[in-house]
């Protein structure tokens, strides 16, 4: 059973920083992609950035490029995403997803397992 755990949420003042981890189990495959969405009260889940696993290419959604890396430790199966100058407008809940290949690396449909999500919170 594939399984995503997000951790690090919280509040935090703008022009702060966090750093979510997400731990996968079950996958059992050494290629695969994973990704950070959010989604704001309101709003559609958007796409924020992914890896992949096997060569270590990322993307970044313009928003966030420049602010936020996304890394990850395949020792651990952890992936992590470190957020810095953060703005009131990235807060979201934050969910972490996998899945094998995709076409579009920001395109949540193209993603078939998630975690539970995890609240980010910028006071301005």
């Known amino acids: 059973e594939v399984q995503l755990v997000e951790s690090g949420g919280g509040l935090v003042q703008a022009g702060g920083s966090l750093r979510l981890s997400c731990a996968v189990s079950?996958?059992?495959?050494?290629?695969?992609?994973i990704a950070w969405f959010r989604q704001a009260p309101g709003k559609e889940r958007e796409g924020v950035s992914c890896?992949?696993?096997?060569?270590?290419?990322?993307y970044y959604a313009d928003s966030v490029k420049g602010r936020f890396t996304i890394s990850s430790d395949n020792a651990k199966n952890t992936m992590y995403l470190q957020m810095n100058n953060l703005k009131p407008e990235d807060t979201a809940v934050y969910y972490c997803?996998?899945?094998?290949?995709?076409?579009?690396?920001?395109?949540?449909?193209?993603?078939?397992?998630w975690g539970q999500g995890t609240q980010i919170t910028v006071s301005s």
């Open positions: 997803a996998a899945t094998w290949a995709v076409v579009a690396p920001l395109n949540s449909r193209e993603y078939d397992y």
């Open positions: 079950g996958f059992t495959f050494d290629d695969y992609v």
């Open positions: 890896i992949s696993s096997s060569d270590g290419t990322t």
